[in-house]
């Protein structure tokens, strides 16, 4: 199984993206991110025609949204309120088999990092926690994908102590996000490719004109799995090319191989 993560920052404005990614990559599930749609302007035709019958959406008007996009079939498919905001952050699926596939988009948290004065970084903090909460209770083998808007480790960024104030790698996100990761013993699958030594980016900013030869990038797309089904992966890609496509998402799409 093909597995895809992609914040696609609207969903309708990539779609020549995302055909020419599936006819270069053929992917079996794409998860999207900052879909940016309601329910019923989604693109359904679209992805049918592409070969992914099987869909589950949650949008809203301008902003957020997910959406997980399959070839094969699933038998289930629910989504959670978090932090009761109301938005649409989280979709999820039952695979064939028993797996659960969760699809996040975590809040970016703004720009100043104190929970005090700004609430969107107090909306951030909330939800990684809560997500902590819901991590323990987890007992059905699941997939966690998506953009978490979190670069944890040292090496998930292109400078670590010139970031350590910035939103996505301050000291309060990493350590909620590790906390995160030890209530359910994630497996982060992406560091089983490329080691935590090595620099891993998924998201550049439109601010550089150059972005691939400054590769000033975080790792902000992420990739989980229960401990039963650690070593399931064998590929992983950041496909950096897309990042470099007419007019892209900032953010590059990250593609793993299960064998589940």
Known sequence: MRLVTWNINSVRARLSHISKFVEDFAPDILCLQETKVMDDMFPRDFFA??????????GQKSYHGVATLSRVPFSDQWSRDWCEKGDARHIAIKLDGGV??????????????????NDKFA????????????????ATPSILVGDLNIAPLEHDVWD????????????????AMMELIKA?????????????????????SYRARDWRVANKGRRLDHIWVSPELGGKAKAMEVVLDAR?????????????????
């Open 160 to 175: 670590s102590k010139k970031l350590k104030k910035v939103v996505s790698h301050t000291p309060l996100e990493r350590e």
């Open 100 to 117: 659960d596939l969760h699809n996040f988009y975590v809040p970016a948290g703004g720009d100043e990092p104190d929970p005090e004065s």
């Open 244 to 260: 470099g496509w007419e007019k892209p998402s900032d953010h590059a799409p990250v593609m793993i191989d299960f064998d589940l």
């Open 184 to 204: 359910h013993g994630w497996h982060d699958v992406m560091r089983e490719f490329v080691p935590a030594s090595e620099k891993l980016y998924s998201w550049w």
């Open 123 to 138: 909306h951030k903090i909330q939800f990684v926690e809560e997500m902590t909460i819901w991590s323990e209770a987890l």
């Open 49 to 58: 025609d592409l070969g992914f019958e099987h869909m589950a959406i949650k």
